[in-house]
């Protein structure tokens, strides 16, 4: 309850700073929608229309209160419903930070325990660089590689178009890549740790198989910091997301965003930003769960997680 009590006063404030973030933006999005040559009367009847002409405080409420409905408001720029509008587009944009993260999951963790078992000079090395280049590698970079190559070369898929599952694909690996090297480095750091401390020593001493420490013991300690760093990684696909969908065509949220922003279409603007706020708050609260599930030590109380 406390949690859920949590998240909820959570989203009130980012609706809120969102709601307000927008109202201090300079420009008339009335001048926009009509143009430089309508006249003050239009102006006035497409304000009143809008609800624009209203005080901030009622507005915000009239908003806010429609967001647990589902209602979130009259695009400006298409005269639809900004929910209508964003259904099809944020199933695109959870299908790929989904797969994306999926991705990440399934092959970093059996990749980290390799990387411990299987170690040698020659083979730290190779594995010190390959994973150095795949966190350096931007996914934009990645995301024209891949079009180019798969999209353009091949014709896999076509950029721009409704995406199917190859599209999405290698979408999804773009924003993995750089995420995947990173969660190796740290489980496998973080098995060596845990591999050399005094009940690792104790267990093997009293003729305990290394191989089933490692995994009876060592991985559940091991995988605690690495769930907190995926959920911090759920949370930050987000951005990631966004550059993707721009660059690889992906009609998603993010392509939205960057275009209704450019047309002060602010009802699409807030919804996205509170979708997406939403999403990187709940990252947190399920990465904090299954951390506690894990490890039955950690709490989780109204101040945060505690040991």
């Not at 408001?73 to 299908?95: E, F």
């Not at 190796?184 to 845990?194: C, D, G, P, Q, W």
């Not at 947190?284 to 894990?294: E, H, T």
């Amino acid at each position: 309850m406390k949690i859920i009590l949590r998240l909820l006063l959570t989203m009130l404030l980012v609706s809120f700073l969102t709601f307000a973030a927008f109202e201090a933006v300079s420009g008339d999005p009335v001048r926009t929608m009509l143009g430089t040559e309508a006249t003050e009367e239009q102006a006035q009847a497409l304000r009143s229309e809008l609800g624009l002409d209203r005080p901030f405080i009622q507005r915000y409420f009239h908003w806010v209160s429609g967001v647990f409905t589902g209602n979130l408001g009259i695009s400006y720029s298409y005269r639809q419903s900004v929910s209508l509008l964003l259904g099809s587009k944020a199933l695109v944009s959870l299908a790929l930070c989904m797969l994306s993260f999926a991705m990440i999951v399934l092959i970093s963790i059996p990749l980290g325990l390799a990387s411990y078992k299987y170690s040698g000079r020659i083979l730290d090395v190779v594995r010190s660089i390959v994973n150095q280049v795949c966190m350096a590698v931007p996914p934009f970079f990645t995301g024209i590689l891949f079009s180019w190559i798969f999209g353009i070369g091949l014709k896999l898929f076509i950029p721009g178009s409704s995406p199917g599952f190859v599209h999405l694909f290698f979408a999804a690996l773009c924003i993995a890549i750089p995420r995947i090297a990173m969660t190796v480095r740290l489980l496998r750091s973080t098995v060596v740790s845990e591999m050399n401390k005094a009940y690792v020593r104790t267990a093997i001493s009293r003729g305990n198989d290394r191989s089933a420490v490692l995994r009876k013991h060592v991985l559940k300690n091991s995988l605690v910091s690495v769930i907190s760093f995926l959920g911090q990684t759920l949370a930050e696909l987000v951005g990631a997301t966004i550059v993707v969908e721009q660059v690889m065509g992906i009609p998603g949220l993010g392509r939205f965003l960057v275009s209704s922003i450019l047309h002060r279409d602010y009802p699409v603007n807030q919804a996205i930003v509170l979708i997406l706020s939403f999403w990187v708050v709940l990252s947190g609260v399920i990465a904090d769960l299954v951390n506690s599930a894990i490890d039955p030590r950690i709490k989780l109380s109204g101040e945060g997680r505690q040991l």
